[in-house]
């Protein structure tokens, strides 16, 4: 099914340790981003891109870097993992800039940092 | 920037009874309205969407939405709700100028009943 495909879907870190979180998308939009869930406060924007090799910081983007060297692909790497990591990794993508459209989100990722 | 409040955090409601969610905004410029649903361990769906036109907008599952500007809100309400409405559901709104970077509230958890 075309959509948003996010891997792993669970994940246990070490305090310290490195890990990438892959999106990709199948309906060739150009804007993607990643966004953080914590309890009862939303969802945070972390990075986004306006197209390959073009990414830009988000709202909350420290201790993570991204890349986007394909329309497809848009993976968030996570340097030295710290406790106040743990959260709920959800990608998502739209077809367009315009305010008005909607973003197709993939189906998440959970990561504890222990 | 913008912000998005959601009043309730939680609202448990009986099967086949009305519910609201209040969403309220604060934008110095126009922007766009969304309600987004989150059913257990998935990724968000868009549940409807206020651009321009009617404020009152629909789902195709029978929620709607009304658009007040001089309140800054965008109420979402079901007159009768089923068991599988049980989700949370996220409030959302992108400045019209400004590219389509989202801005949640911090979410409504709903609990429906029998």
């Known amino acids: 099914n075309a959509g948003v495909t996010q891997t792993p879907k669970f994940r246990i870190l070490k305090i310290g340790q490195s890990m990438t979180l892959q999106c990709a998308q199948d309906m060739n939009h150009n804007y993607m981003y990643w966004y953080r869930q914590d309890p009862g406060m939303g969802l945070k924007l972390i990075y986004y891109s306006v197209g390959a090799g073009i990414t830009d910081k988000g709202e909350v983007p420290n201790g993570y870097n991204v890349s986007r060297s394909t329309t497809e692909d848009f993976p968030l790497r996570l340097e030295l993992a710290a406790p106040s990591q743990t959260s709920v990794y959800f990608c998502a993508s739209s077809s367009s800039l315009q305010g008005g459209y909607g973003y197709t989100f993939g189906s998440g990722t959970r990561l504890t940092v222990v | 920037a913008q912000s998005v409040t959601q009043l309730d955090s939680q609202v448990p409601v009986f099967e086949e009874a009305p519910v609201e969610l209040r969403c309220n905004y604060s934008?110095?410029?126009?922007?766009?309205l969304f309600w987004y649903v989150q059913y257990p361990n998935q990724g968000l769906q868009l549940l409807l969407k206020?651009?321009?036109?009617?404020?009152l907008v629909e789902s195709i599952n029978g929620f709607e939405a009304e658009f007040n500007k001089s309140q800054t809100s965008f109420h979402l309400r079901k007159p009768s709700v089923h068991i599988s409405d049980t989700a949370e559901y996220f409030c959302a709104v992108s400045r019209q100028a400004a590219g389509n970077k989202l801005t949640f509230g911090g979410g409504t958890r709903v609990l429906v009943k029998p």
């Open positions: 206020y651009l321009s036109g009617s404020t």
């Open positions: 934008s110095s410029v126009s922007v766009y």
